[in-house]
């Protein structure tokens, strides 16, 4: 069971580039989310999904897009990278069950540096 | 809309001292609070957690309690350890439209430096 996974660990990208980030989870939990945390500013959901083929913003989703095909994958794409993206992204993913305290599990990670 | 407060860091301390992180929250209704612990190079653990007031979250030696008349989810453990040392999240929950989805709103985090 490797829980949440993230690839890659780190990528280095030249502005207006692009590239996706991949999140996948064994858990077979129902929800996922993406997040960036950024200096001084905690984490901040970028989108997430509450099932296969489906798909939200969160509070920053300029210059993102997302997709869930499979329920187990939850991929982030950066269409032409800008320097403000420069972060690390997180993916996390829970179970469905109703209940605010139902805990979110999360990767290790993705550094991205955009030049 | 909601937000999570915390103490600002980088806190340092001498291995077996005492621990207070201080978090207080603004939000409407009756959120989960979380405390979340990331260690260098790693994601984010869940650490402790209360889902109503009065609740006392604990694990690892580290406690918190849901005090609803204060707003407040202060991080607190008697003796730290060198390995404690981390960023240190308190968070909240906050339903998302449509119901039974709720994401996690966080501080700032605080690093935390434990010294032998």
């Known amino acids: 069971n490797a829980g949440v996974t993230q690839t890659p660990k780190f990528r280095v990208l030249k502005t207006g580039q692009s590239m996706t980030l991949l999140c996948a989870q064994d858990m077979n939990h129902e929800y996922m989310y993406w997040y960036r945390q950024d200096p001084g500013m905690g984490l901040r959901l970028i989108h997430y999904?509450?099932?296969?083929?489906?798909?939200a913003k969160g509070e920053v989703p300029d210059g993102y897009n997302v997709s869930r095909l499979k329920k187990q994958n939850f991929l982030l794409g950066l269409e032409s990278a800008a320097p403000s993206q420069t972060s690390v992204y997180f993916c996390?993913?829970?179970?469905?069950?109703?209940?605010?305290?139902?805990?979110?599990?999360f990767g290790p990670g993705t550094r991205l540096l955009v030049l | 809309g909601n937000s999570v407060t915390q103490m600002e860091g980088p806190v340092t301390l001498s291995e077996e001292a005492f621990l207070t992180i201080n978090c207080t929250y603004t939000?409407?209704?009756?959120?989960?609070l979380f405390w979340y612990v990331q260690y260098p190079g790693e994601g984010l653990q869940l650490l402790l957690k209360?889902?109503?007031?009065?609740d006392k979250g604990s694990n690892k030696g580290f406690e918190a309690t849901y005090r609803k008349e204060t707003t407040s989810f202060h991080l607190e453990k008697g003796s730290v350890q060198v390995s404690d040392s981390a960023v240190y999240f308190c968070?909240?929950?906050?339903?998302?439209?449509?119901?039974?989805?709720?994401?996690?709103?966080f501080g700032k985090g605080t690093l935390l430096t434990v010294n032998p």
């Open positions: 939000a409407t209704g009756y959120p989960s």
């Open positions: 999904s509450v099932g296969e083929g489906t798909t």
């Open positions: 968070a909240l929950s906050e339903e998302l439209s449509g119901g039974s989805n709720y994401k996690l709103t």
């Open positions: 996390a993913s829970r179970l469905r069950l109703a209940g605010v305290g139902k805990t979110q599990y």
């Open positions: 209360a889902t109503k007031a009065d």
